[in-house]
């Protein structure tokens, strides 16, 4: 958000084309040469992850896109290392690379992948999509996009990553995990976690009731009984419980005609 210039591609060691998708208060549209990349500054006044993220996907011409957020810091020769990771498994139409962590603070909240091999809906999970690459062709062939209701500067403040990764499942896009390191990540700060509170809840409740329109009831059981298991969280099983469940019912009625348009998977060909 804010870059006045494109400064950021150095602080990131981009070594390939980007297109950086820029929030701030004004239209503005910068396009440089870097050596032989091409490098665009794409400034809105909108707001929210996941709708700058889709001005981004709107105007890419790559035959492969890589997200990234502007806590990545990528390793030299990453492009290389990716494009040998798709020769090598042709089958592949994307694949998530490892990330490593920068912060002494914090650890990273998602695990290490150790060996290459084809995503599910469990290892996915803790995921984000920072890290994975995907063609292009894949994405508009699938009709791919983010949730624009979903993710930071939005009133649910997460699960954009999970919902578009599950969507990508959904529609059978052929995902794999890598255990190759294209970058490092510093999450130290958050702009959306507050703590495991009655909003957090309320708003994973509907990210599930997105996901997993038959079967976000039993998953939410299972979710609050290991939230009582953690250390950082003081709410009880059954109010835990009740926040999902007040989120996962506004999924499916109050946010309906809404999800007509941004539904997923199974959930979309239902409605």
Request: a positive charge.
């Amino acid at each position: 958000m804010h870059q006045k210039d494109l400064q950021i591609y150095d602080q990131m060691n981009i070594q390939t084309d980007a297109i950086i998708a820029n929030q701030a208060d004004c239209f503005f549209y910068q396009e440089v040469k870097n050596g032989d990349n091409t490098v665009r500054l794409l400034t809105t006044p909108t707001r929210g992850v996941s709708r700058n993220r889709n001005i981004a996907l709107a105007v890419s011409t790559a035959d492969y896109v890589l997200f990234a957020d502007d806590d990545l810091i990528f390793r030299d020769g990453y492009e290389e290392m990716i494009f040998r990771e798709f020769r090598r498994h042709p089958e592949a139409e994307a694949i998530k690379f490892n990330l490593h962590n920068l912060s002494e603070k914090r650890k990273i909240s998602m695990g290490r992948i150790e060996k290459f091999e084809k995503a599910t809906r469990r290892n996915m999970s803790a995921s984000g999509v920072c890290g994975v690459v995907v063609k292009r062709e894949a994405l508009v062939r699938k009709s791919l996009y983010f949730h624009e209701f979903f993710g930071p500067g939005t009133d649910n403040y997460c699960g954009e990553d999970t919902i578009f990764l599950q969507s990508m499942l959904n529609r059978k896009v052929k995902l794999y995990r890598s255990p190759l390191d294209i970058a490092g990540i510093d999450q130290t700060e958050s702009t959306w976690f507050e703590g495991y509170n009655e909003k957090y809840f309320t708003v994973t409740g509907r990210v599930l009731g997105t996901i997993y329109p038959f079967l976000s009831y039993l998953t939410a059981v299972r979710s609050a009984f290991r939230f009582t298991k953690r250390e950082k969280c003081k709410m009880k099983f059954w109010q835990i419980l009740k926040c999902y469940y007040r989120g996962i019912m506004e999924a499916s009625g109050k946010l309906y005609e809404k999800y007509k348009r941004f539904g997923t998977g199974r959930q979309r060909k239902r409605l």
